[in-house]
Structures are given as structure tokens and as C-alpha cells.
């Protein structure tokens, strides 16, 4: 079965990139009808979703974002991975990968076990 | 975007209880509408898709429906395990968008 498992640092300095890596493993990240996304919860927070990509590289990001995010495709490595640049403390969260499901529906599952980053001097 | 809100916000029940939550979607979404379960310090886990089709594995105690701008989700007999947080998710627009969670707690 498919597991996401996610990578980066734990802290990151305010106005500097956040940059996190999400490693599938069993299946591969090619596979039709499947898209890659980001999601975030702030502490105590719901969840909000950052954006997707496909493994042909084709995009969408949250505009809540207001262009920082931007999220690439490693095929040969079966991984995807999330910059955000320009941080501040509002962007403390536990960071998730998931897969996204497209087929007839659209719903997150399977999901990382979620990575906290903290933004602080 | 399409808000999404859930209500209630927290709600206390028992083992046993019938549990109910709500979910209004600021404009017609169809059946586009998910339900997750989220316990403390895991991801969340998809339970209910398309409003009203419950995930291979998940329980049956666990339901869905509506259509539109109005959902519900209800447990019908609580398990100790189902404490936990319930959001719900929309994909008919873009951004996708989750309510603001509902979370369970033991009375």
C-alpha cells in the first residue's frame, strides 16, 4: 500500500524558504488519476490545503498563499516536494503530504504522518 | 472560496450515544464532500467520500449524507476510539476547503 513519508527541516528562520520533501513509497507517484498535494495545520488550527502537482509537473496553488508556495516533482526519486518562501511565525504548522485521489471524486488518503516546521529567530 | 462550516464546533457524548455534525457550504457543492477523522498527533484519515460512501475498512456505525449546501455526519453507537476531531472537505471549487472541525470529547 502507499505510505507518504515527510522530510525537511523542523525550523526555519523568519523571511528565509521553507522546504520540505515528501518520499511515496510503495507505488509510484507517475501512476494516473493520482495528484500530490500539501496541507497545513497551525497549532490548535484546522487544516488548509497549500496546493497539488501532478507528476507531469502541471500545478495549482492555494491563492491564499499569494504566490510563495511552489511545489515540484521528482519522478525517478518518487518524490514531490513543497518551497515556501518568505516565512513568518503565521506559518508555524505541521505540514502534511497526501495523495490525492481524482478518479470519479476527489479526496485526500493516503497522508504523510505530518511534519511540524517552526519559523522563529 | 467556498467556506465551509461545521457545527457544532465541540460537542460531549458518551459510549454509546448517537452523535450528529453538521457541515453548510457557502453555495451548492453537489455531493462533493468528505469526511475525515483526526486523532491527536496523526494525520487525519479519510472515513466518508462523495457524502455519503463509507471508505473500504471504515465501520458501519459511521454514515454520511446531503447534497448542495447541507451535510451531516453521524456516528450512530460511539466507540472509545471515535473521540477524536471530524473535519469535513469540499472539492467542487478551487481552493479545496475544510470546515473548521468538529471535536468529540467524553462527556
Known amino acids: 500500500q502507499v505510505q507518504l513519508q515527510e522530510s525537511g527541516p523542523g525550523l526555519v528562520r523568519p523571511s528565509q524558504t521553507l522546504s520540505l520533501t515528501c518520499t511515496v513509497s510503495?507505488?509510484?507517484?507517475?501512476?494516473?488519476?493520482?495528484?500530490w498535494s500539501w496541507i497545513r495545520q497551525r497549532p490548535g488550527k484546522g487544516l488548509e490545503w497549500i496546493g497539488y502537482i501532478y507528476y507531469s509537473g502541471s500545478a495549482y496553488y492555494n491563492p491564499s498563499l499569494k504566490s510563495r508556495a511552489a511545489i515540484s516533482v521528482d519522478t525517478p526519486k518518487n518524490q514531490f516536494s513543497l518551497n515556501l518562501t518568505s516565512v513568518t511565525a503565521a506559518d508555524t504548522a505541521v505540514y502534511y503530504c497526501?495523495?490525492?485521489?481524482?478518479?470519479?471524486?476527489?479526496?485526500?488518503?493516503?497522508w504523510g504522518q505530518g511534519t511540524l516546521v517552526t519559523v522563529s529567530s | 472560496d467556498i467556506q465551509m462550516t461545521q457545527s457544532p464546533s465541540s460537542l460531549s457524548a458518551s459510549v454509546g450515544d448517537r452523535v450528529t455534525i453538521t457541515c453548510q457550504a457557502s453555495q451548492d457543492i453537489n455531493n462533493f464532500l468528505n469526511w475525515y477523522q483526526q486523532k491527536p498527533g496523526k494525520a487525519p484519515n479519510l472515513l466518508i467520500y462523495?457524502?455519503?460512501n463509507l471508505k473500504t475498512g471504515v465501520p458501519s456505525r459511521f454514515s454520511g449524507s446531503g447534497s448542495g449546501t447541507h451535510f451531516t455526519f453521524s456516528i450512530s453507537s460511539l466507540q472509545p476510539e471515535d473521540f477524536a476531531t471530524y473535519y469535513c472537505q469540499q472539492y467542487d471549487g478551487r481552493p479545496i476547503t475544510f470546515g473548521q472541525g468538529t471535536r468529540l470529547e467524553v462527556k
Open positions: 497526501a495523495r490525492d485521489f481524482t478518479v470519479n471524486g476527489y479526496w485526500f488518503d493516503p
Open positions: 510503495g507505488g509510484s507517484i507517475s501512476s494516473a488519476g493520482y495528484y
Open positions: 462523495d457524502a455519503s
